[in-house]
């Protein structure tokens, strides 16, 4: 007698035992727990199920009808990150389906399986958790399908199980169907960023040569040839900092001349690897005796994290000289005493920081060169965008951002201005914003161009001057093109319009008092009265058609 139980049903006999210990922990600089792959993870809970099958059905549990996930509001994607058996499937919104083999099934009631799974949602919350397959039941016995007949007087009767096959039908019936086979090695499909993927797929089975393809992701389609030899690196910005690991399902499918299709699934996965600081050489630390030398270490381009993070500035202090301030912003202030200064003139220093990435602790040394400044410099033109020439339309804004320096100090600055030909730019374009920085904003109206499809050429020189009148410039040259006035067009044609109108409505009036006027005099010649000759033709009445206009 055998029992069909309906996965309805079944779905209500599944027991999940559910043990749930949460833990916190924010930020890669705490402490990281080793999850079932091997691989650190730092913000996670870690929950646990059980998932008893039986043979003969589809067996399956939703991973989401854990209490974690259920008063969870956001929405998670679940993978894998250990070998499946063959047939059982974890799809990303937390399914799990099974029917187990006769051969997985006894497997199972000798050892349960664990099943590794992970989860993350858009907010990139870790859970990682366990799900413990075990056998309930017994092994359901396949009904024999042969017929026996019994004999009736001398006629033989053979069975179908004795019937001989067709010997096409009896190769094919001795061809294994096509299977794709993973490699053996540990953690093949676990990487950290910047190493290298690299693993060779098998086949068995099919009917003829077995050629492989990936069918995604996109990206990485030219990674696996045809011989399923796969090999790819991961770039160090493929995983962002707050991500930390990050999955890629390959989908591979095999398949031979004759047909035979075989699809395997591969979840990699990558951690992301925190990078230390990047410190380039700075430029000269230029020293005035008799004032406060400031410098800025944290120069854009020369001194920054590869992976966005914070990064605080700290001095070497046994190389520090006296008097010499540096903050964890890398804002450096120095008034140097005669004696320093002599011996700063004699021989030129190095001075030593270091560069920490927070809140992960890797740091960097770095160190910049002071020497005294042997002549008075001029400041220093920082323009961003940096460019020459600048082509504009009218109506369109021009904006440009100044920086001033002075390798002698900042105090040394006396002032900052521009001069041009164009009478139209206002002095209030240059508006200074705070420590010696500076916006540039002007706009041509459309009046600008007075003949129509003309341009205007002209230059700006924007300049500097320290206080020893040491000047520097920077000159650009901006073209305006002509450009038409939708706006003023619109109002001209609406100004026209109008005026016909009123004309229109005018003559209208006009016509109304004749016909009245005509109307009248008809009618006193029909009572006799005599009006003049008689007239040879009548007026008509008119009919008149008013427009209506806003």
């Not at 366990?130 to 309930?136: D, Q, Y």
């Not at 001095?315 to 005493?337: D, H, M, R």
């Not at 002549?375 to 920086?403: C, G, R, V």
Request: with cysteine.
């Amino acid at each position: 007698m055998y029992i069909t139980i309906s996965r309805q049903y079944f779905r209500s006999l599944t027991i999940l035992t559910l043990s749930l210990f949460c833990f916190s922990v924010q930020g890669k600089g705490a402490h990281s727990s080793e999850a079932a792959t091997g691989v650190s993870i730092d913000t996670l809970q870690k929950i646990s199920m059980m998932f008893m099958i039986s043979h003969g059905d589809e067996n399956l549990i939703d991973i989401k009808s854990h209490p974690v996930f259920r008063t969870n509001k956001t929405q998670f994607a679940f993978a894998t990150y250990a070998e499946l058996p063959e047939g059982l499937l974890l799809d990303d919104s937390g399914l799990v389906t099974w029917s187990p083999t006769a051969e997985q099934f006894n497997s199972l009631q000798n050892t349960p399986l664990i099943l590794s799974f992970l989860a993350q949602n858009i907010d990139r919350d870790v859970i990682i958790g366990e799900i413990r397959i075990v056998a309930h039941g017994e092994l359901i016995q396949q009904p024999d399908t042969s017929t026996e007949l019994l004999p009736t007087e001398d006629v033989t009767v053979m069975t179908v199980a004795d019937a001989p096959l067709p010997i096409e039908a009896s190769e094919e019936a001795h061809v294994e169907p096509l299977v794709i086979l993973l490699p053996e090695q540990k953690n093949y499909n676990k990487r950290n960023e910047g190493e290298e993927f690299s693993f060779d797929l098998k086949s068995t089975g099919g009917r003829g040569e077995i050629k492989f393809e990936l069918l995604g992701p996109a990206f990485l389609m030219e990674n696996l040839d045809r011989y399923g030899s796969f090999i790819w690196t991961p770039d160090f910005d493929f995983v962002s900092s707050k991500e930390y690991i990050k999955s890629v399902q390959l989908k591979i499918k095999a398949f031979d001349n004759s047909g035979d299709v075989a699809y395997q699934t591969v979840q990699l996965f990558v951690q992301h690897i925190n990078r230390p600081p990047v410190v380039h050489e700075l430029p000269t630390f230029y020293i005035q005796f008799n004032s406060k030398n400031t410098y800025q270490l944290g120069k854009q381009g020369f001194v920054f994290d590869p992976d966005e993070d914070s990064i605080i500035f700290n001095p070497v202090l046994k190389e520090l000289p006296q008097g010499v301030a540096l903050n964890k912003n890398g804002f450096i202030s120095w008034t140097p005493s005669r004696g320093q200064f002599n011996a700063l003139a004699a021989k030129a220093i190095y001075l030593s920081f270091t560069v920490e990435d927070y809140p992960y602790g890797l740091k960097t040394i770095g160190e910049v060169r002071l020497e005294v400044s042997q002549a008075d410099l001029p400041p220093e033109i920082t323009m961003m965008p940096n460019k020459n020439n600048f082509d504009l339309k009218e109506n369109e804004e021009l904006q440009l951002s100044f920086f001033i320096t002075d390798p002698n100090g900042e105090d040394d600055i006396l002032s900052f201005g521009f001069v041009t030909e164009n009478s139209s730019i206002k002095d209030n374009a240059l508006q200074r914003k705070e420590n010696w920085q500076y916006e540039f904003t002007w706009t041509p109206g459309f009046d600008f161009i007075k003949e129509t499809g003309q341009k205007n050429e002209f230059d700006i020189s924007f300049f500097a001057i320290d206080k020893e009148s040491n000047r520097n410039e920077k000159n650009i040259v901006v073209t305006v093109e002509d450009t038409e006035n939708l706006v003023e067009k619109d109002r001209l044609y609406y100004d026209q319009y109008r005026t016909v109108l009123e004309r229109a409505y005018d003559l209208i009036t006009q016509l109304t008092e004749k016909e009245k006027e005509l109307d009248k005099k008809y009618k006193q010649s029909k009572k006799g009265k005599k009006t003049g000759p008689s007239p040879q033709h009548l007026w008509a009445p008119l009919r008149v058609y008013r427009l209506c206009f806003l």
